[in-house]
């Protein structure tokens, strides 16, 4: 056997071998990458510091960049939320065997490039949450040819853009596309019923919009299609508002998708009847159809319902009344999807939070309809851990609580029941039999008798509201033994006696109201140690003593109407009876406190005018100086309308407080929206739009015609625009909550005349606005 090779003649040997030039396709992946790179204008965190011509040979090893192990060519490049600007080119080039691109949460502009969807090997692209703006459109190699670009595509997300114009019907081109979210971009016209072509989809989030037309039945030919999204509403104050507005109804032929778990569609303008019966689907589990105007129901089982804020009448048909399971049945995408929906719902909910995790809660929100008659029975069948919310507030249900209707206490871990505001009566004894409710509001009925002593018992009961119903006898004790108890409520009603003192060992206790009853007594003076009780109401009653020394502090608000009871000073002091200062011992000592009560005042009150003359002399500076730098650079509003000579940039700018969030009523993808008052009782909604993320005028005239298409709560008039180097903001009407709905349910073509006019003001800014400085 041969001896091997000294080291020293190796090494002479790779010497004088040539260097192999890169291969054509590590050439074309270098050259994408430094493409790539120079698009970005900013990195401020570094990110691609490392990708640079002079580490050429080993690109696969910058950050964000995965090659395929053997080829070495790049597979993926991966940048979500790494500080990145600047506009990407049309024609920007992508290595041309990637298969995953992910630059979500950036701040990158310009359009969506031409190879990013014409790539035949890209399966993933995610460009979530930028500043994309333009229209989006398909490649001609994509939607003119039968060429397999675009073919491999099985994810396309693009919410929270500027993405304007129609979406594209060539999109269906993407045949193995499974999860499409266009969601939260200026896009409008009609959902294209050639996404029926799409056989492979399992979620359409097309939602905050500006959407209009009827839902294509077409989709129902996306037999696997598991989660559709039409309009979704926020609870976050910071939430983009809803601009979706379909015609007509659901098709049975979408209600009818065998595949079909989640279907998400409030506020949508949709109406007719609402068939979700077990006959049309028997995987549909999560549906929100909550604030529509359908006006007949028939329900399967399902998981999450809210058909809450509708035009439903009647009784609750026999359909709930069946065997429902509470599982879900879907994949870990239908899942995410499930979370991010319901949970976004419970936001600020006092019974969402009680449950833990949403996968173990089952909701079925009836509430603010016409429902009436006897309450429903309803029978789930609940998975261990499971815990069910039924709100039927806001009806006309007049009947009395049965053992029947508890049912459901017998098979979960725990329940929030909401029956507010309806015509319900008879006494509350059955609560007693629901040993699992955490939750229960019963407010604003005809409920009489007394509270039940044996309320006790419910030990998991962490909310009890009964106020505003006709409630007599004494308050039980036996509550002082619900250690979970944080919200006790029982305004409004005809008790009487005192408040027992066990009641004070609720250590939990946050929120105690027992205004406008008939109570009387002393104030337990134990309630001084409960360390979280934040609200203790007793107004309006015929209580005596002194008011406990609260932990936290107390408003006076909330002992008055009580004749006998010490007077309140302050947060958490109390002042004699007046009774007790018409004894002569009782004056001296009343006319010491006073005297140290004066001294106090005066001391106070100097420091007090002192502190207001150093505040006026400061503005009086300050608005000599904004009045110097006013007389350089004038502002200017301009308005479609005869608006009042109030209507000036400084008033605007005064009225919201310099935009101060107290002035916020919400905020969008262009903007945020203030409330402003410029003289009493004219008030204005002034939209403050973010100029830095808009691309010219486009941008800004997708928004304008946009707010001319508005259906929202409180804006609808467009009144004029302000557009500085500094700051740009719109001028709109600002509508009580009746002319809102009386605007909301006028005609289709009533409301379409009302933004024509609106854009036709704007489209004629030199004969129909004046000027206002």
Request: a neutral charge; proline letters at 6%; charged letters at 15%.
């Amino acid at each position: 056997m041969a001896a091997p090779p000294p080291p020293l003649l190796l090494l002479l040997v790779l010497l004088l071998v040539p260097p192999i030039p890169l291969a054509s396709s590590s050439a074309a992946d270098l050259a994408a990458l430094l493409a790539v790179k120079a698009a970005v204008a900013h990195d401020p965190g570094g990110a691609l510091s490392a990708w640079s011509a002079a580490s050429a040979t080993s690109y696969c090893r910058w950050r964000g960049v995965t090659c395929h192990p053997s080829s070495l060519a790049v597979a993926a490049i991966d940048l979500p939320a790494a500080s990145l600007s600047g506009a990407l080119p049309a024609a920007l080039p992508l290595p041309p065997r990637l298969r995953r691109l992910d630059l979500a949460a950036n701040n990158f502009s310009g359009p969506v490039p031409d190879a990013f969807l014409a790539s035949a090997t890209l399966r993933y692209l995610d460009l979530r949450f930028n500043s994309l703006s333009a229209a989006l459109e398909i490649p001609p190699p994509l939607a003119n040819s039968s060429s397999p670009a675009c073919a491999a595509l099985t994810h396309l997300r693009l919410a929270g853009n500027f993405l304007v114009g129609q979406i594209p019907a060539g999109i269906a081109q993407c045949r193995s596309l499974r999860v499409l979210d266009l969601s939260r971009n200026v896009l409008e016209g009609a959902v294209p019923r050639e996404l029926g072509r799409l056989g492979a989809l399992r979620v359409l989030d097309v939602s905050r919009n500006s959407l209009t037309d009827r839902i294509p039945a077409e989709l129902a030919n996306c037999g696997e299609l598991a989660v559709l999204v039409l309009t979704n509403l926020t609870a976050s104050p910071g939430g983009q508002p809803e601009f979706n507005a379909f015609v007509g109804g659901l098709p049975t032929e979408v209600l009818a998708i065998p595949a079909l778990e989640v279907l998400w569609a409030p506020r949508a303008n949709l109406d007719g009847r609402l068939p979700l019966s077990r006959n049309g689907t028997c995987r549909l589990r999560a549906v929100n159809l909550g604030q529509n105007y359908f006006a007949e129901l028939a329900i399967g089982c399902l998981t999450y319902l809210n058909v809450s804020a509708n035009s439903l009448s009647g009784p609750l048909l026999s359909s709930t009344e069946r065997q429902c399971s509470s599982r879900l049945i879907g994949d870990n995408i239908v899942m995410q999807y499930y979370d991010e929906l319901v949970g976004n719902v419970l936001i600020g909910n006092p019974f969402g939070s009680e449950f833990g995790s949403i996968a173990n809660v089952t909701l079925h929100d009836f509430s603010n309809n016409g429902f009436g008659g006897a309450l429903p029975s309803i029978t789930v069948s609940l998975d261990r851990n499971y815990s069910y919310g039924l709100w039927l507030n806001g009806n006309m249900f007049n009947t009395t609580l049965s053992a029947r209707f508890f049912g459901f206490c017998k098979v979960a871990t725990g329940v929030a029941i909401n029956l507010s505001s309806n015509q319900l009566s008879g006494s509350l004894d059955m609560l007693s039999s629901c040993i699992s409710i955490h939750n229960f509001d019963a407010g604003y009925n005809n409920f009489s008798g007394s509270i039940p002593a044996d309320g006790g018992g419910l030990h998991f009961l962490r909310s009890l509201v009964l106020r505003g119903n006709n409630l007599t006898g004494q308050i039980p004790g036996q509550f002082g033994d619900l250690a979970a108890l944080e919200v006790l409520d029982l305004s409004r009603n005809s008790l009487t006696g005192s408040i027992p003192l066990h009641l004070t060992d609720a250590s939990h206790l946050q929120l105690l109201r027992l205004d406008h009853n008939r109570l009387s007594g002393t104030i337990p003076p134990s309630f001084s140690e409960l360390a979280q009780l934040t609200v203790l109401d007793v107004s309006f009653n015929n209580l005596s003593g002194d008011i406990p020394n609260l932990r936290h502090p107390a408003d006076c608000g909330f002992f008055i109407g009580n004749p006998l009871l010490h007077q309140c000073l302050g947060t958490n002091a109390s002042l004699p009876p007046i009774e007790a200062i018409s004894s002569s011992k009782g004056v001296k000592k009343w006319g010491a406190r006073f005297k140290s009560l004066i001294v106090i005042l005066v001391a106070a009150s100097t420091a007090i005018i002192s502190f207001l003359l150093v505040i006026l002399l400061f503005f009086v500076c300050e608005r000599r100086k904004r009045a110097k730098i006013s007389n350089l650079r004038t502002k200017v509003v301009v308005t479609f309308t005869d608006a009042p000579p109030e209507l000036t940039y400084e008033n605007l700018i005064r009225a919201t407080s310099n935009f101060s969030i107290q002035n916020l009523i919400g905020s969008g993808g262009f903007g945020a929206t203030y409330k402003a008052e410029l003289v009493p009782g004219f008030l204005v909604a002034v939209k403050r739009l973010a100029m830095g993320r808009f691309q010219g005028l486009q941008q800004f005239d997708a928004e304008i015609r946009t707010l001319g298409r508005i259906r929202h709560r409180n804006l609808v008039t467009l009144i004029g625009y302000h557009l500085g180097e500094s700051d740009t903001f719109l001028i709109y009407n600002y509508l009580s909550g009746e002319q809102v709905s009386e605007f909301s349910r006028a005609e289709p073509e009533q409301q379409g005349r009302l933004a024509g006019g609106s854009l036709k003001l704007l489209s004629q800014p030199e004969k129909k606005t004046s000027q206002h400085t």
